[in-house]
């Protein structure tokens, strides 16, 4: 499986963005996907999840009820749609899958497959 993640741009705070993740190669419904990420001189952090097999999803507190992940399995590609974005959001985005994740998937050495990573800047 590869991962291409885009969408990831400048944006002033309280703006939008929306990422996407495509996968190459067969997801199956056992896989899981979740989006990381990383501000400098910060260690990767969670941000939400997914499980490819029907609605679960999981947020990290500083995201919720900002931020929503969604998938489409017709087209293999995975969405972050991020609103009412802070400063603090600022980092670079980084998707990543997992085939038969149990939990919240919110620990990134559980991922096996990464994706480029992209850069989301919110000025103030």
């Known amino acids: 499986v590869q991962l291409q993640a885009s969408g990831g741009g400048l944006v002033q705070a309280g703006g939008s963005l929306r990422l996407s993740c495509a996968a190459s190669g067969r997801i199956f419904s056992s896989y899981a996907m979740g989006w990381f990420r990383q501000a400098p001189g910060k260690e990767r952090e969670f941000v939400a999840s997914?499980?490819?097999?029907?609605?679960?999803?999981y947020y990290a507190d500083s995201v919720k009820g900002r931020f929503t992940i969604s998938r489409d399995s017709a087209n293999n590609t995975m969405y972050l749609q991020m609103n009412s974005l802070k400063p603090e959001d600022t980092a670079v985005y980084y998707c990543?899958?997992?085939?038969?994740?149990?939990?919240?998937?919110?620990?990134?050495?559980?991922?096996?497959?990464w994706g480029q990573g992209t850069q989301v800047t919110v000025s103030s």
């Open positions: 990543a899958a997992v085939n038969g994740l149990i939990g919240r998937g919110s620990n990134w050495y559980n991922y096996n497959y």
């Open positions: 997914i499980k490819w097999s029907g609605s679960d999803t």
